[in-house]
């Protein structure tokens, strides 16, 4: 049975004006036809107000003549209840959302396969035929964790075309196999796709292929297994688990790169966390998720 999103309307933007010196409750309270103090308190927390293109959440705000305040009135998609999909943030350009293991962010191929992609796009669909979601970039089907998308060809454009310099933090957690020797380390290695098998290679010289940059650090350990932060310098296919395996520690449950074991019955790859210049805003907005149970279990 396939799933069906509840409809739910499309946030709306309202963009406004100011001509004298006024505090951003007061001038709210007068322009938005006649909503509450609380509603509009509940705006400011869910980040849905602007002036001048930044979040605001300070309701005594001042503002002065000329500034304009964007204000993104109803939750739209933010209460899509789905198995594989949860949403954490939206306003009028973007949805972020912690993605389940088992699922492809987009299609390959398979239209016929529900992909986080396909879901968000029926979704936002309800609340208008007009609504759209672009993909922004991507985690492998076994990986859960935090995932954006755009909602305008623009928005997916500025974020793609100036992603290494918007990103300020990715941050993964991993379960690999055995205990690691070095608390924390940096590995840097230069990586190339086999056209055939579709793998990942790792050169530790320059080969020619892509510099790929992993800071990791350990969290806890045991003889069997050990559960690491890793922070991306820069986020190439299949970077974590091909630099796991490099160090003799490969991610479970990854037999592609050399695992043997599998002791949650998934891949252990969970990106905890997303940090990025909001592409309207520029404000500096940090998304993060809860590690998996499953990989804590692993040391009880």
């Known amino acids: 049975m396939k799933y069906k999103p509840k409809a739910t309307p499309a946030p709306k933007e309202t963009k406004l004006k100011v001509y004298e010196k006024v505090e951003l409750m007061t ?12 509603s509009i308190k509940s705006l400011l927390a869910h980040r849905q107000i602007m002036v001048n293109n930044k979040i605001s959440t300070q309701f005594n705000l001042e503002l002065n003549p000329n500034d304009i305040v964007n204000v993104v009135s109803g939750r739209g998609t933010i209460e899509l209840n789905h198995p594989k999909l949860k949403i954490i943030f939206e306003d009028a350009y973007l949805i972020v959302v912690e993605k ?26 309800k609340g208008s035929p007009q609504n759209h ?30 992603w290494h310099r918007i990103i300020t933090r990715r941050v993964y957690v991993a ?17 190339t796709e086999n056209d055939k098998s579709l793998k990942i290679h790792s050169s530790s010289t320059d080969n020619g292929g892509q510099q790929a940059i992993t800071h ?6 045991n003889d069997q297994f050990s559960l690491l932060e ?21 991610v479970a449950g990854d037999k592609k790169y050399g695992a043997a074991l599998s002791p949650i019955g998934r891949l252990g790859l969970h990106a905890r966390l997303l940090a990025f210049y909001h592409p309207i805003s520029t404000e500096v907005v940090s998304f993060e998720t809860a590690v998996p149970r499953n990989f804590l279990s692993i040391f009880h």
């Open 133 to 162: 979601i672009y993909v922004v970039h991507r985690l492998d089907r076994e990986t859960s964790g935090v995932i954006m998308f755009a909602k305008s060809k623009e928005v997916q454009l500025i974020l793609q075309e100036n």
């Open 175 to 191: 379960l690999v196999e055995g205990k690691v020797e070095k608390e924390q380390d940096t590995i840097v290695s230069w990586l």
């Open 100 to 125: 389940k293991e088992g699922l492809l962010t987009v299609s390959t191929g398979n239209s016929d396969e529900t992909t986080a992609f396909s879901i968000l796009k029926n979704h936002v669909k």
């Open 230 to 250: 890793i922070e991306l310098e820069t986020g190439r296919k299949n970077q974590i688990r091909v630099h796991m395996q490099g160090i003799g520690h490969p």
């Open 27 to 38: 001038f709210l309270l007068e322009k938005m036809g006649g909503m509450s103090r609380n």
């Open 216 to 221: 990791y650090r350990t969290i806890k350990s």
